[in-house]
């Protein structure tokens, strides 16, 4: 069980890490505007634009998504939930 357990929190601790990388690496676009200019820049092409504010947003989610269906599979099976993958199928059709 500990074994289960350290290699879970390895599994959490790598997808932080890339969704740090993958949605930062689109961040420097807007460094060096200013905070309110960059934030009106970074929120105008993520809801207008494709740009890096949009795949920032996307990458964000798709791992939010990734670490959320393991965590909900992993204790829909330590809680004995039937039809877990329903769950999981259904949270990726939303």
Do not use: Q
Request: hydrophobic letters at 60%; charged letters at 15%; proline letters at 2%.
């Amino acid at each position: 069980m500990i074994i289960k357990s350290k290699m879970l929190i390895v599994v959490y601790v790598v997808a932080s890490l890339l969704a740090l990388f993958f949605t930062w690496y689109h961040v420097p676009v807007y460094l060096g505007k200013g905070l309110v200019e960059a934030n009106r820049m970074f929120w105008a092409d993520a809801l207008f634009n494709t740009s890096p504010a949009g795949k920032f947003l996307a990458v964000d989610v798709l791992f939010l998504a990734f670490v959320c269906n393991l965590f909900m599979f992993i204790e829909g099976r330590r809680l004995k939930v039937k039809y877990i993958y329903a769950y999981v199928v259904a949270g990726i059709l939303v």
